[in-house]
């Protein structure tokens, strides 16, 4: 069974109580991208431990809405409960079930529990976002760049290793980018240059 992510770009303001919503991205499928970021479907190490999701400041509503189900007793329209999968909310006595049976848990005083299908959620800052772009370029270059070989593969590895992740921003390495990956980075980038804002990548997988 495939792996997939699930981002979204969130930014605030200083002292906001809440992130508001950039946009949900994509990332596509890349596990090699994935283990870097969270250790999800790799044998290494990832760059940063998973942190679940931010609670302060809050995570946007969208992003709630699409992480948790919401508890609610079943409409006849819902065909006796468990419709969750359609419209994001689940019957009080399926969310109990799966919490007695430790596939997911309560959030905001038993008013959600989170989804069972996701699994493994953090968020990354610009900074962040930026060396995982650097480790990504590297194993990239080590495990699935056949067309970088001899002296050109040298050099490329030489110019990564050597150079700070942002420096390392100046440089683009053709046929191995990862370009939603920069694509993601550059809107970052763009939010926080705006004004005083601080940009988030927040994700979970499902598998």
């Given at each position: 069974?495939?792996?997939?992510?699930?981002?979204?770009?969130?930014?605030?303001?200083?002292?906001?109580?809440?992130?508001?919503?950039?946009?949900?991205?994509?990332?596509?499928?890349?596990?090699?991208?994935?283990?870097?970021?969270?250790?999800?479907?790799?044998?290494?190490?990832?760059?940063?431990?998973?942190?679940?999701?931010?609670?302060?400041?809050?995570?946007?509503?969208?992003?709630?809405s699409n992480y948790y189900l919401y508890i609610a007793d079943p409409?006849?329209?819902?065909?006796?409960?468990?419709?969750?999968?359609?419209?994001?909310?689940?019957?009080?006595?399926?969310?109990?079930?799966?919490?007695?049976?430790?596939?997911a848990l309560y959030y905001d005083n038993k008013r959600y529990i989170?989804?069972?299908?996701?699994?493994?959620?953090?968020?990354?800052?610009?900074?962040?976002?930026?060396?995982?772009?650097?480790?990504?370029?590297?194993?990239?270059?080590?495990?699935?760049?056949?067309?970088?070989?001899?002296?050109?593969?040298?050099?490329?590895?030489?110019?990564?290793?050597?150079?700070?992740?942002?420096?390392?921003?100046?440089?683009?390495?053709?046929?191995?980018?990862?370009?939603?990956?920069?694509?993601?980075?550059?809107?970052?980038?763009?939010?926080?240059?705006?004004?005083?804002?601080?940009?988030?990548?927040?994700?979970?997988?499902?598998?």
């Amino acid at each position: 069974m495939g792996c997939d992510i699930h981002p979204y770009l969130e930014f605030s303001s200083p002292d906001a109580e809440t992130f508001c919503l950039s946009g949900e991205i994509s990332l596509g499928r890349c596990y090699t991208l994935f283990n870097i970021m969270a250790g999800v479907r790799g044998f290494d190490h990832p760059l940063f431990i998973p942190r679940g999701l931010p609670h302060t400041p809050k995570i946007s509503r969208k992003v709630e809405s699409n992480y948790y189900l919401y508890i609610a007793d079943p409409t006849p329209s819902q065909d006796g409960g468990g419709s969750y999968r359609r419209d994001r909310t689940i019957d009080p006595k399926e969310a109990s079930k799966l919490v007695d049976e430790n596939k997911a848990l309560y959030y905001d005083n038993k008013r959600y529990i989170t989804d069972p299908d996701w699994h493994t959620a953090s968020w990354l800052s610009k900074n962040e976002i930026i060396q995982v772009r650097k480790k990504y370029l590297l194993e990239t270059l080590n495990f699935d760049a056949t067309e970088y070989t001899g002296r050109k593969r040298a050099d490329a590895i030489k110019k990564i290793e050597e150079a700070d992740a942002y420096e390392l921003m100046k440089y683009t390495f053709p046929t191995i980018e990862n370009v939603a990956l920069n694509a993601t980075i550059g809107s970052m980038i763009a939010i926080e240059n705006s004004g005083d804002y601080t940009a988030r990548l927040v994700f979970w997988f499902d598998s």
